[in-house]
């Protein structure tokens, strides 16, 4: 019979581990053991063997156990084995059906697989769970930087204006909504035309400009109408018109 059983190292703890003869007995049984569903002949009859089981005579049994065993000998380990619930016995036409009780319990290696394979893809979605997680708060640490490092640039480059960085963040988030170009070299663009014109004007205006040409001066040039048909609005102190 070929292939492999496995052997758990508690059966060091266990009471057949300190008789020599029994464990290597033992060892037999497990070997002899059906790893699936078989048929066996006995005699004129066909027996159906499951898994965890065996057929064969007592005679067969001692000569399987080695040197020193006979009938007498494989009947007092078998009633032994019988008493700890490790086996269980039954007639097969002048044979023994020898059950292994819990054999899955001590072969069944794809069940351990299977909870090894289970673990390690619970831990695999928690890792890439995780990831997911700090990537999206590395791409929102990213954007929040990448704005202050544009203010921060254009607050170098220009000694006319310093804005406050809250200002800053209130418009740009409402002009990026509108999918209008902000970058480092044209804020300040931006800036001065909701200054002069309020936020939401600029809002509508550059809702009425094309989605590529959203750069501040096409946005201005859609104010400009806007402003000189806007005769009898309210204007501020510098003239530019409150909406």
């Not at 928690?126 to 990213?142: G, L």
Request: charged share 25%.
């Amino acid at each position: 019979m070929s292939g492999f059983i496995t052997l758990n190292r508690d059966i060091q703890r266990h009471w057949i581990w300190d008789n020599a003869e029994h464990y290597k007995a033992w060892s037999a049984i497990l070997m002899a053991a059906n790893w699936a569903r078989v048929e066996v002949p006995c005699g004129v009859h066909i027996t159906i063997c499951e898994r965890g089981q065996c057929i064969r005579s007592q005679e067969q049994w001692a000569e399987i156990f080695g040197k020193n065993w006979n009938r007498s000998k494989v009947q007092r380990f078998f009633k032994l084995l019988q008493n700890a619930s490790m086996i269980r016995t039954e007639n097969a036409h002048k044979a023994i059906k020898l059950t292994v009780v819990n054999y899955n319990a001590y072969q069944d290696v794809r069940s351990d697989n299977a909870h090894k394979m289970s673990t390690k893809r619970a831990q695999d979605e928690h890792k890439m769970s995780t990831d997911n997680n700090t990537n999206n708060n590395n791409h929102y640490k990213q954007r929040t930087q990448d704005d202050q490092d544009m203010f921060a640039s254009s607050e170098i480059k220009s000694s006319e204006r310093k804005w406050q960085m809250e200002k800053f963040e209130d418009w740009a988030k409402a002009l990026r909504s509108y999918n209008c170009k902000i970058g480092p070299d044209n804020w300040l663009a931006w800036d001065k035309l909701v200054s002069d014109h309020t936020l939401k004007a600029v809002l509508e205006a550059s809702s009425a400009t094309q989605a590529d040409k959203r750069w501040p001066d096409n946005v201005e040039k859609a104010l400009g109408p806007q402003l000189g048909s806007s005769a009898g609005l309210a204007r501020r102190a510098d003239g530019s018109i409150l909406l």
